[in-house]
């Protein structure tokens, strides 16, 4: 698979990014492309390693090593180096039906399978993946290519983020009449409002959605079931609904004055109202939650932690400190993390290389967790108070995070941005459709996607909590499948 000495021949290069004072000054796509002929030799690097670890897609140690979606990785690679791109670009569409999406925001777990990630640097595999689809629309490669016959079962998605994409994706090209409701202005879900456009270019979105609107998928904005839109036609109308709502309830903040001060706000509103905004009105409207001149505290370490770090810097903010109640990662793979589990190795995001660039320090604090929510004598948010912690076992011999005496700490901040992750899919679309939850608040499904009212199916962060787009986009696909199974019988 590519040239067999290629990994010992050339060293690992990625496209650079942007240089952060440049791209601090718009919302533009900040990581660049290699040139076609240097992404070729990346795909000589790819080994004739004889098991590919790097599309297996499997659970170690409860972290996936490998692509969900069993990409042929090995033979697109092979292809990129040859520079057969059209027939790379067939062999990626074989497993995966947006490669635009993960070959910009995915983790990329497939790299952390690589053989050659074992002795040295991985191959560059997430971004021949974008070089290829990149390369295929360009070329006009990418067309709309409806079913040439219909079954005459409809199909109802709820959600129209990577899940909800793919299982209209899906069954669409399995002959049914597929109707995506969305309870946004925009489709895309998680894609469009989740993360920033610096990140993913919401154009890069819209042209997916389209070619599926010319291949015969029917969307649905501003159809929020359950508020503006009833659950009941959608069950009588539809042969099957499925649900691919997201986990898109918030986790909260438990902090003294967290209900009476205002200046708190969840990072997923946040970040939604600022692509709106800037999608609307490119921000003229001011209608978005800025942090223009304000002292921000962000709370997560994540990768929306991330977001909001860049998001503000590009909004001017006057300072800002990102805490993380987990301890700073190891440099390097501790002999208890070896290959091919998923690295847990400090990682440099470009929020934080932006932030870095410009105050000439990391943002994060580790170990540290707010208490308390100061306001002024107008209920406005002003100052934060902060405790050091460390992680103990309890008397059941669980972990968790014991304060610190003397550590106590106050920052000032008219800004909190909450980036702690979900905590499973909303109640009330639940409650719409009558489905039952999970010990975690998810929609009860079976393996075979089923929930409990007859003929509603769910699906992605929705039924297993939050995840990976490329995991959601792989539950799309699998949905999917059973529920042409269902229809066909």
């Given at each position: ?6 990994f010992?021949?050339?060293d ?5 990014n ?17 040139p076609?002929?240097?992404q070729?030799i990346q795909?000589a690097r790819?080994?004739?390693?004889g098991?590919?670890?790097c599309?297996s897609g499997?659970?170690i140690s ?5 692509c969900?979606?069993h990409?042929?990785i090995?033979e697109w690679n092979d292809?990129?180096y ?8 067939e062999?990626l569409?074989?497993t ?5 999406f993960t070959g910009?925001v995915?983790?990329?777990p497939?790299?952390?399978?690589c053989?050659a990630?074992?002795?040295?640097p991985?191959?560059t595999?997430k ?13 006009g ?6 079913p040439?016959?219909r ?9 129209s983020?990577?899940a909800g994409?793919a299982?209209a994706?899906?069954?669409n090209?399995?002959?049914?009449k597929v109707t ?6 925009r ?13 993913l270019?919401?154009?890069v979105?819209l042209?997916r959605?389209?070619?599926m609107?010319e291949e015969?998928v029917k969307?649905?904005?501003n159809?929020?079931?359950g508020?503006?839109?009833?659950a009941?036609?959608?069950l ?6 499925i649900l691919a ?7 909260d903040?438990?902090?003294k ?5 205002k200046?708190v706000?969840f ?5 939604k109202a600022?692509t709106?905004?800037l999608l609307?009105?490119n ?6 939650i800025?942090a223009?001149d ?14 909001c ?10 300072s800002?400190v ?8 190891a ?9 091919p589990?998923?690295p ?8 934080q290389e ?6 000439g320090k990391?943002p994060?604090?580790?170990l540290?967790?707010?208490?308390a929510?100061n ?5 406005n948010?002003e100052s934060v108070?902060?405790v ?9 011999g ?7 005496k ?5 920052y000032?901040?008219e800004l ?8 499973g ?7 719409a459709?009558g489905?039952?939850?999970d010990?975690?608040t998810?929609?009860?499904?079976g393996e075979d996607f089923?929930t409990?009212?007859?003929k509603v199916?769910?699906t992605?962060?929705a039924?297993?909590?939050q995840s990976?787009?490329?995991t959601a986009?792989?539950e799309?696909?699998?949905v999917?499948i059973?529920?042409?199974?269902f229809l066909?019988k």
């Open positions: 698979m590519g040239k067999p000495t290629g010992l021949e050339y690992r290069e990625v496209g650079k942007r240089e952060p004072k440049e791209r601090l000054k718009d919302y533009k796509e900040f990581h660049l492309s290699l076609a002929d240097k070729s795909g790819c080994m004739d390693c098991v590919p670890f599309q499997v659970l409860g972290m996936v090593s490998g969900p979606l990409n042929l090995p292809l990129v040859r520079g057969k791109w059209d027939l790379a670009y062999r569409n074989k995966n039906p947006f490669p635009e910009r995915c983790p990329a497939c790299e952390a399978g053989t990630g074992l002795n040295g991985s191959v595999i971004e021949n993946e974008r070089a290829i689809i990149d390369t295929a629309f360009e070329n490669i990418v067309k709309a290519n409806p040439a016959k079954t005459g079962k409809t199909v109802a998605v709820i959600g983020g990577p994409l299982t994706d899906t069954l090209k399995c002959g049914h995506v409701f969305e309870r946004s202005d489709p895309g879900g998680l894609l469009m409002y989740g993360i920033p456009n610096m990140k270019d919401k154009e979105i042209r959605v389209h070619i609107a015969g969307f649905v904005n159809a929020d079931i508020n503006n839109y009833d009941n036609e959608i009588d109308e539809f042969d099957a609904v709502t997201g986990a898109s309830e918030p986790r903040l438990q902090a004055g967290r209900d009476e001060v200046g706000h990072a997923v509103d946040f970040l600022n709106k905004s609307d009105s921000h003229a409207d001011n209608n978005y800025s223009k304000k002292n921000v505290i962000v709370i997560g370490g994540g990768d929306t932690g991330t977001d770090v860049g998001t503000s810097l590009r909004h001017g903010c006057k800002l990102q805490f993380e109640i987990m301890g700073e990662p440099r390097e793979r501790a002999e208890n993390n070896p290959w589990e998923w847990k190795v400090l990682k440099v995001d470009y929020g932006e932030f870095i660039d410009v105050y990391d994060r604090e580790y540290t967790t707010v208490t929510l306001a002024d004598k107008d209920g948010l108070d902060t050091k912690v460390e992680w103990k076992k309890d008397e059941n669980r972990f968790g995070p014991v304060p610190v003397g550590s106590e700490k106050t000032q901040a909190v941005l909450l980036a702690m992750g979900f905590t899919s909303q109640s009330y679309i639940k409650e459709f489905v039952e939850s010990a975690r998810n929609i009860k499904t089923k409990n009212v007859p199916f769910a992605g962060d039924r297993r909590g990976l787009v490329v986009i792989n799309g696909i699998r999917g059973t529920v042409n199974e066909r």
